[in-house]
Every structure is written in C-alpha cells, then in structure tokens.
C-alpha cells in the first residue's frame, strides 16, 4: 500500500503515518518531510540518519543533506556545505555503482536516477548564488537563472521511466520555482515606496522577473500531467493539472498545452459517457478569445468535434471540424481527427453490409453510397501526412489509407484524391510502403501507384530498384511460363482429330496475361525513369547484382539441401502412428519415390552440362548414388534402409562442402573486388528498410567469401565495409525451391519492423526492451536474396551439435531417433507389444541417457562462466522467447525449427 501511494504521489497522507510510525518507517518520513516542505521534521530526521538509515543509503543521505542546506541558504559557494554534501553524495553513488555488475541493466537505474537528481543539487547551487541580495538585482543573474530553467525544462521524461522518479525531480523543482518566486517579489515590495521614474522601470523588470518562476511552474506540472496520463492515471494528471489555476500568470502556449492535457485525461480509455461530457464541459468553459494563435483555436476546436463525434452528434461534429480547419488548416491533429471520424463513419457502414445477409451487388451499392466518407478520409490523412512530423502517426495514416483505397469503384474516385494530394507528403514518408505500393500496380489504383513510385525513385532511387527489378522478373517469368502452356495447348489442341469432343476452340491470348501485362508495363516504365534519372548508380547496382549471381551455389550445395528435405520427408513419414508396428518393413511412399528419383534426374542434368574439372568426380557420384538408391528390389524401398543410406550420402556431401568452405571474391566476382566508393554513391544493402536520417554507403567488399549452412540453406557470407568503417557480414542465400515463401517472409519481417517502433513507445514493453530481432532482408533476384548476418549467431542445432561433439564418447547428431527405431525394431523381432508404457520408457531413456534436458544450459554455463553475463543472458531469451510465442500465436506462424532459432553471442 505504501508503493502504491508513492506511485500516486500522495506525500501528505503518507508524511503523517511516517510520524505516527517513524521510528519503522525513518526513509518513508525523510522522502515525504522534503517533498512537502517539512524542513523541521527533515532535519531532526537527519541528525539521526546515521543510525537509522540502511546501509547503502549514505548517497541518498548525503543529498537530502544538500537539499536541507540549500533551503535554509547556507552557503552555496565553491567551498560551502552545500558543495561538500554534493562531492559527498556523488562519491558514495560511485561507490555503490562499482559494487554493481559491469553490464548496465535494471539494477543500474536507481543510481542512474540518482545522478540526476544530484546533477540538479549541483544546478541548483548556481540559483541560489544568483538569488543573493548582492546579485539579484543584476541583469546577469537572470539570465543565469533563465539558463539553468532551461536546461531543465529540455530534460523531459521518456514513457519508460519511473513516474515516482520524476515526482521527485519536480518536486525540487517546484521548490526553487516558488523560491525564485518569492525573492523577486520581496526585491518588488521593497521598491514599490519609491517614485523615481528610473526605480519605477526597475519595479516592472522585476515584477516580469517574478514571473519566471510561476512560468516554469507551469510547465513543470503540465509536463508532469502528460507523463501521469501516458501511464493511465487520469486522477494525478488531472490533480496536477489544477494546480496550474493556483498561479497569477501561465503564457499562452503552456495554456493551450494545460487544456489539451486535461481534455485527453478526461478521455483516457475507457471513457465513460461522463468522462466525455467533462471533457465537453472543458471546452465549453474556455475563453477562445483570449487564445492569440489561430492553430491553438483549431487544436481546441476539433477536439471539441471529437467529442460530438463520441457522443454521437454528428452534425455539431461535421460543423465544429469545418470551423476548426477554417480556423487553422496547419493543424495534423485537426486534419487526422476529422479523417478519422469520415474513417469511422464509412467503416461502421461496411461492417454493417458485412452483417447483414444481402446479395454481393447490393453490398457493393452500399459502399458507393458512403464512399464520400472514404475520399473525405483519405483527403484529411494525407493533409495530416503533409504535416505530421512523428513518423508512427503518419505510418498509421497511410496505412488507412491503402487500406480505403481497396474499396475504390470502377469511376476510381479514391484513387483520383490520392493522386490530386499525394504530393503534400514527404518522399520518406512513403519508403516502408514500397511493397504495398508494387504490390497495387495490378489493381486499378495503379496510376496513382506509379506516381508515388516515381516520386520516391527520383529521390532514393536504390530504395525502389531492388524491389521492382525482382517485381518485373517475377512478372516476366510468369509470363514466359503462361505462354508456354498455353502454347503447348494449343497443339495439344490441334493434334486432336476433328470431332473429337475434348478439342474446343483455344483464344490467342490466354486470360491470365491481362492482369500480368499491365503491371509489367507499369515496372518497365519505371526501370526506364530510374535509368534515366540515375544512370551511375543503376548501372553499379546492376553490375553489382550480376557479378553476385556468379556466388551462386555449387552443384553439391543443392544435392545437399534435396537430401535433407529428403531426410525431413522420410522421418516425417516413420513418425507416424500406424508405421510404428511395422517400422522394419514399412517401404517409402511414392513422394518420397518421385523425389529421389528427382534428385537422380538433378545429377543426370549437372553431369550432362558440366565443363568444369569436376566433372569425372560428379560422373563418379551420379553412378554411385544410382547404385545406392536402386529401388529394382523391394528391399531397397525399405523406409529405415532409405533413410541409413541418406544420411551416409549428408556426411559425405558435408565434408566435400566443409573442405570449399573459404574463397576470395577476385575468383568469383571481378567487379566487386574493384568496386570503392568512389565508383558510384550506393548505399549498404537494405538500408532503407528503416527509414534515417543518414544512410550508410559502400566504402568496399572485403576479399573473403565463407560458405556455411544457416537458415537450413547453403549461403556464401561476404563482407562490406561501410562508410563508417564499421564491417556488415551478409549471406547471399537461393531461394529458388521456395520463392512464394520467401516473399511473405519478406512482408512478415515488414510488419515485425513496424511492431518494433510502436513497442519503444508503449510504457511496459519499452521499459523492458522488447523487440522482435528483425534483419534486414533484400531480393536481388527471384531466386536469391541477401540477408544481413551476424557472425557470433549460433543456432540451437549447432549448441545440440556441439553437445553431441563434447560428449564423452562422441555421439552422432541423429543418435536419439537411432535409438527410437533400434528399439522399435528389437520389439518388433520379440513380438512385444507397442503400447504407451513402452514409448514413455524409450523417451525416458532418451532424455536420460542420450539427450538429457540441461543440454542448452550446460552451453550458457560454458559459453557465460560470469555470474552477470548468464543471468543477462537467461533474461534477455526469455524475453525473446515469449515475444516469438506470441508471434506465433497472434500470427498464426509454423512454430520454429532449432535449425531456424539463433542465439546471439
């Protein structure tokens, strides 16, 4: 209860049980006397501090001794108390910090806290130096003090933080805010007898002094307010907010601020029908003469109209929008109320035609109806866009608006707003939408799709490039694929003898191509402007996107990843239940048939175009895997024997692999060893998928190239120097068995990136800094993508690898399922029966003796002998773990292979 009302800042009820009780509660009655002005009380609490207090506390003591001294104006000069309770504090704290672990993490933010607290002791001491009689009256000391006030003021509270930390800072605060007060109006009462007409100048300097502290008071409580209401505690923010009508003068803009506050605290969700008519009240009671600027009225103003839309006037709502904007049309929060009320109005009647049981036309009727509302939306978005400059607001105007667009009609009404007033947002704004925006070039809002894509190209070409050029192959090699099928139909057509009621009469141009030509046109369109705009750069990124074709994988790399899927389809197979009782004859299933027989027709295909010096080696194990997968005999479809011989031929490919595992880029790609940064201005790979301020570019490719095994695929990692002489390791991984799954993987780590921004500004996530580890991924072709790496990433196969290596005797990577079909073939010799007690004790034995359930925390141990660095380590994968939990579930996700989860070491 008493964490609880320190939360809520209640320092008087808490002050008064400290004094009934303070002899148990002596910190509880030291922090409520001084934040309550209790001097008295803090001082006989102080004198006995050293035997009352904690240990660890002598820092905390040390400072509230400053804060008595100051406000019973000892000295505060170089040499005085004051200084030395400051030195005194700040060398305790460091004390305390080195007893700390060397890895900063939430056990650090209480002396991270306390540093600003002591920072502002220190700051302090120049006030009240300047607050002297023998320097107030010079102008040097205000400007000293306005200084001081300042540098406060640009310290403002993040989400995150402790709100009972920030009481603190303002508490002090508001006690040198009514000091400052308070000694400019006694320098004003003491001049006020006089008549000289130079004193009388001096009076009203100084009653304008005097003003300075009820100014920053202001803004300290509304600054205090907006924090409490971001955290759901409507109740302080409000209470601190009606402080404000306590002092004589508050400027205009801190006004407007205070009101806005208080509007937002009545709405604060979930608001009840009288939370809304309180806010009305608000507003109704506010005096919009006296606000000098037009945009505080519009601010005021559409708030008001939000309200009317919350209570359900929507006429009064509609006027008081239309005055707002009229008031003030450089408003974002005007403009993007009113879009999200038009928003609102069309989205309830489209839920409601999806509601009801009616025919798809007269749904489509219903949304002509109401797509006024739809382009009145989209209209006000883009002006809030065009004014907005918080990046997370207009990420969610825009996608609204892509989203409304997908109800435009065949007269495009939608499409033709977006097109008049697109231009009013900034190019960056439109960069995380590039896939979307190509996405569209195949509906009917393609025009205005193109526009944008044009727009963004001629700024940040390189942004644009990658993904329309893998758009326009994709779409080419669909097309080519189309029409050799329909070619191929067609003298499959003709073959047919007349009569023949299979022949039928086959069009010249399939259907398929009319939704596949216009959006290739759309993508040459643009590759030609880009071409046009930027032939340097284009013609460097093309070369540099050729001469990484030639990292394509070696013919062994791509036998090996069949075989494993080969691996994966066999186990898959004899895992399922009714294949258990019968485990040593069970033959392959004719998939698995069909793909190993795949695999032969592979290596016939590699021998037969083969010109390089291993083409006597590949004839070698063309013949030898023939031999091995004869399928002539029934025994040699037998599941277990199909499997035994699949993984003899992995190790063997792995070692052939394992022996190429390093070359240089000067005898793959010619080009990429000359390229610098002075050959053209190309920036890192992926780097405008998080839109910056600054882009780091390609100072050169370092010369070594690594093929290794990750993400269950062959990848060649190469390394690029940046700009900013940091090193970035990337995989050039073929994706080409699995193009499809590769683009939603694509859009999946969009939208993870996106999720990461909005969690930094949630309170809870942020605090505990929970983010999705989101890498960057670029498609430079259909069938190949680079993706950013991390050379210390180690998979938990590899730690379960590693487990098997370091065992005492070695064990094979595949001993447990060994174990699994060993046993059940010995049951199935011994006519046992296969029931659960048998399986529960065979998986017994397994985590017992073969893979026992410590196996990734025997590696942390290994890996993090340190205390710190293992409990950091157990925190941060745990936190990782639930995120991807939720993921999964939210998302709908395939749950993750350990091939498929990495560690960062």
């Given at each position: 209860?008493?964490?609880?009302?320190?939360?809520?800042?209640?320092?008087?009820?808490?002050?008064?049980?400290?004094?009934?009780?303070?002899?148990?509660?002596?910190?509880?009655?030291?922090?409520?006397?001084?934040?309550?002005?209790?001097?008295?009380?803090?001082?006989?609490?102080?004198?006995?501090?050293?035997?009352?207090?904690?240990?660890?506390?002598?820092?905390?003591?040390?400072?509230?001794?400053?804060?008595?001294?100051?406000?019973?104006?000892?000295?505060?000069?170089?040499?005085?108390?004051?200084?030395?309770?400051?030195?005194?504090?700040?060398?305790?704290?460091?004390?305390?910090?080195?007893?700390?672990?060397?890895?900063?993490?939430?056990?650090?933010?209480?002396?991270?806290?306390?540093?600003?607290?002591?920072?502002?002791?220190?700051?302090?001491?120049?006030?009240?130096?300047?607050?002297?009689?023998?320097?107030?009256?010079?102008?040097?000391?205000?400007?000293?003090?306005?200084?001081?006030?300042?540098?406060?003021?640009?310290?403002?509270?993040?989400?995150?933080?402790?709100?009972?930390?920030?009481?603190?800072?303002?508490?002090?605060?508001?006690?040198?805010?009514?000091?400052?007060?308070?000694?400019?109006?006694?320098?004003?009462?003491?001049?006020?007898?006089?008549?000289?007409?130079?004193?009388?100048?001096?009076?009203?300097?100084?009653?304008?002094?005097?003003?300075?502290?009820?100014?920053?008071?202001?803004?300290?409580?509304?600054?205090?307010?907006?924090?409490?209401?971001?955290?759901?505690?409507?109740?302080?923010?409000?209470?601190?907010?009606?402080?404000?009508?306590?002092?004589?003068?508050?400027?205009?803009?801190?006004?407007?601020?205070?009101?806005?506050?208080?509007?937002?605290?009545?709405?604060?969700?979930?608001?009840?029908?009288?939370?809304?008519l309180a806010a009305l009240d608000v507003i109704e009671g506010i005096n919009m003469r006296i606000m000098s600027?037009?945009?505080?009225?519009?601010?005021?103003?559409?708030?008001?109209?939000?309200?009317?839309?919350?209570?359900?006037?929507?006429?009064?709502?509609?006027?008081?929008?239309?005055?707002?904007?009229?008031?003030?049309?450089?408003?974002?929060?005007?403009?993007?109320?009113?879009?999200?009320?038009?928003?609102?109005?069309?989205?309830?009647?489209?839920?409601?035609?999806?509601?009801?049981?009616?025919?798809?036309?007269?749904?489509?009727?219903?949304y002509k109806t109401n797509l006024c509302h739809a382009e009145s939306a989209i209209a006000c978005y883009l002006q809030a866009c065009s004014k907005q400059k918080d990046d997370t607001k207009v990420r969610k105007y825009i996608s609204r608006i892509l989203w409304l667009l997908t109800f435009d009609t065949m007269d495009e009404s939608l499409s033709k707003c977006l097109e008049k007033l697109y231009t009013c947002v900034a190019t960056d704004k439109w960069l995380e939408w590039v896939p979307q925006l190509l996405a569209g070039l195949g509906s009917k809002e393609a025009q205005v799709f193109h526009a944008i894509l044009q727009t963004i190209g001629r700024v940040h070409p390189q942004a644009l490039y990658f993904p329309i050029r893998n758009v326009y192959l994709t779409v080419r090699g669909e097309y080519t694929e189309i029409m050799a099928r329909h070619k191929s139909l067609i003298e499959f057509n003709k073959s047919l003898p007349d009569g023949d009621p299979a022949k039928k009469e086959i069009p010249d141009q399939p259907q398929e191509l009319q939704r596949k030509r216009p959006r290739m046109a759309w993508c040459t369109k643009l590759l030609n402007v880009l071409r046009e705009l930027h032939p340097t750069m284009l013609s460097a990124l093309e070369s540099i996107i050729e001469t990484l074709g030639y990292m394509k994988d070696a013919w062994y790399d791509e036998v090996l990843h069949k075989l494993y899927t080969a691996i994966h389809m066999c186990e898959r197979e004899a895992f399922e239940i009714d294949h258990r009782q019968d485990v040593l004859n069970v033959k392959i299933s004719p998939q698995i048939y069909k793909y190993i027989t795949g695999i032969m027709n592979h290596l016939n295909t590699v021998t037969a175009n083969s010109r390089s010096r291993d083409a006597s080696k590949q004839t070698t194990i063309k013949q030898r895997f023939e031999a091995d997968f004869d399928f002539s005999n029934n025994q040699g479809k037998k599941l277990h024997k199909v499997l035994k011989t699949l993984k003899c031929w992995v190790k063997m490919l792995d070692k052939t692999q394992s022996s190429n595992s390093k070359s240089y880029i000067e005898e793959r790609c010619s080009f990429l060893s000359k390229f610098c940064s002075s050959s053209a201005d190309v920036y890192l790979i992926g780097e405008y998928l998080n839109p910056k301020a600054h882009y780091v570019k390609i100072s050169r490719f370092l010369p070594k190239i690594e093929t290794i095994r990750k993400h269950s695929l062959a990848a060649r990692r190469l390394f690029i120097r940046g700009s900013n002489g940091k090193v970035y390791p990337y995989l050039m991984v073929n994706t080409s068995s699995h193009v499809k799954r590769a683009r939603s993987e694509e859009r999946l780590l969009q939208l993870m990136r996106m999720f990461n921004k909005s969690l930094v500004l949630r309170k809870e996530s942020s605090r505990r800094n929970l983010q999705w580890c989101v890498p960057k991924v670029v498609a430079v072709a259909p069938g190949s993508r680079l993706i950013e790496d991390n050379v210390s990433n180690i998979s938990i196969l590899e730690v379960y690898k590693w487990y098997c290596k370091n065992r005492t005797p070695e064990m094979e990577v595949d001993a447990p399922i060994a174990y699994y079909y060993e046993q059940l073939g010995h049951m199935q010799n011994d006519g046992s029966v296969l029931n659960r007690i048998a399986l529960n004790n065979i998986y017994h034995y397994i985590q017992t003796n073969i893979l026992p359930p410590t196996v990734l925390l025997d590696w942390a141990k290994k890996t993090y002998p340190d205390p710190t660095m293992f409990w950091n380590f157990r925190q941060q994968i745990t936190r990782q773990t639930a995120l991807d939990c939720l993921a999964q579930f939210a998302l709908f996700l395939s749950s993750l292979k350990p091939e498929h989860i990495y560690i960062t070491q």
């Open positions: 209860w008493i964490e609880c009302t320190r939360q809520c800042s209640q320092w008087n009820i808490l002050g008064e049980i400290a004094k009934v009780k303070g002899s148990q509660h002596p910190s509880l009655l030291l922090d409520s006397s001084w934040r309550t002005g209790d001097w008295n009380t803090m001082k006989d609490v102080l004198s006995q501090a050293d035997k009352i207090m904690a240990d660890g506390s002598s820092h905390l003591v040390s400072l509230y001794r400053g804060y008595l001294a100051l406000q019973q104006d000892e000295d505060s000069g170089p040499e005085g108390p004051v200084e030395l309770y400051w030195k005194q504090a700040t060398t305790n704290a460091l004390r305390q910090w080195r007893k700390l672990p060397r890895i900063v993490s939430n056990i650090h933010v209480p002396l991270l806290q306390f540093a600003q607290q002591a920072t502002e002791l220190h700051e302090s001491q120049s006030i009240q130096r300047n607050l002297l009689p023998n320097r107030v009256a010079q102008n040097g000391s205000k400007i000293d003090i306005k200084a001081t006030l300042k540098a406060w003021k640009n310290r403002p509270p993040v989400v995150s933080d402790d709100i009972a930390h920030w009481n603190d800072i303002f508490s002090w605060r508001q006690h040198y805010h009514q000091k400052i007060t308070e000694v400019y109006s006694t320098l004003e009462t003491g001049q006020s007898g006089l008549t000289d007409p130079s004193t009388e100048h001096q009076i009203a300097l100084t009653q304008q002094n005097a003003l300075i502290g009820h100014q920053a008071s202001a803004a300290t409580m509304i600054t205090y307010a907006s924090l409490a209401r971001k955290h759901g505690l409507s109740a302080i923010a409000q209470e601190w907010l009606a402080r404000v009508h306590t002092l004589p003068s508050v400027p205009m803009p801190d006004c407007h601020k205070k009101l806005k506050e208080q509007i937002k605290a009545h709405l604060l969700p979930p608001a009840s029908q009288q939370d809304i600027k037009p945009e505080h009225k519009s601010d005021i103003l559409s708030h008001k109209a939000h309200i009317f839309a919350m209570l359900g006037r929507s006429e009064e709502a509609m006027k008081s929008f239309s005055e707002a904007i009229q008031t003030s049309d450089n408003v974002p929060g005007a403009w993007a109320l009113w879009g999200q009320y038009c928003d609102e109005l069309f989205q309830n009647e489209v839920d409601k035609a999806s509601q009801e049981k009616i025919s798809p036309m007269d749904r489509c009727n219903i």
